[in-house]
């Protein structure tokens, strides 16, 4: 997937034996934010140097290992990308129980985040480019989702006609309705990018999946 935007462009990798969707947005002047990198540094390594990008952020959705595991490209990237993860979800890092390494049979490579993700945050690259933190909890307690415009990257909340886990430590089915509730709210046309499968749209969901609250009347700006 190559998603153009007269002001950026967005970026689909997908990396490791879960296929996770890692997405890097890039402005005109190259600078660029990474989103999950999964477990497979190499092949994000090779392209952000294809591409010379000049990396300013790594955020995480959540803290699974296949979100998560290419963090330490961090220490590889010469410019020294700034590591982002909700607070509640920095303890999946270190923890190769709750992040999971450890039953994907993988190793994990721990790198400390350099701040916390907080709802109604944002994250700001250029003028043109500005994500939106949204808390989201209930796949794990520190999901988040970021919206940059009409694209909504929506982590392991919401996927084309699915939903994230909730058998997972940490997950939570009552807290990731409340969470799905939240984002059937924002416009119709919004575009999910999820962390994993194919993109869709916040209508499609709202229409065809089981587990997202009908609610086509209101939504936020």
Do not use: W
Not at 18 to 38: H, L, M, Q, V, W
Not at 175 to 188: E, F, V
Not at 201 to 209: F, S
Request: contains cysteine; aromatic residues 8%.
């Amino acid at each position: 997937m190559n998603l153009i935007n007269y002001e950026f462009k967005i970026e689909k990798l997908i990396l490791g034996q879960f296929e996770t969707n890692c997405y890097i947005i890039i402005s005109k002047d190259k600078r660029a934010i990474i989103i999950d990198p999964g477990n497979s540094a190499e092949k994000i390594m090779e392209f952000i140097e294809k591409e010379k990008v000049y990396v300013r952020y790594i955020l995480n959705t959540h803290g699974h290992h296949d979100h998560t595991g290419a963090n330490h490209i961090k220490t590889q990237i010469k410019q020294k990308p700034l590591l982002g993860i909700h607070q509640n979800d920095a303890i999946y890092l270190a923890n190769n129980d709750l992040n999971l390494s450890v039953f994907f049979g993988e190793k994990n490579i721990y790198v400390a985040p350099d701040f916390f993700l907080r709802d109604a945050q944002t994250i700001e690259l250029t003028e043109e480019i500005s994500l939106k933190v949204i808390h989201t909890p209930g796949h794990t307690p520190g999901s988040i989702c970021l919206k940059l415009k009409d694209y909504l990257f929506s982590g392991d909340l919401l996927f084309n006609n699915g939903v994230g886990r909730t058998d997972l430590p940490g997950g939570n089915e009552y807290i990731l309705l409340k969470s799905l509730k939240k984002i059937a709210r924002l416009k119709p046309d919004t575009i999910i990018l999820p962390g994993h499968g194919p993109e869709t749209t916040l209508r499609h969901e709202l229409k065809t999946n089981p587990y997202m609250v009908l609610n086509n009347n209101s939504y936020d700006e």
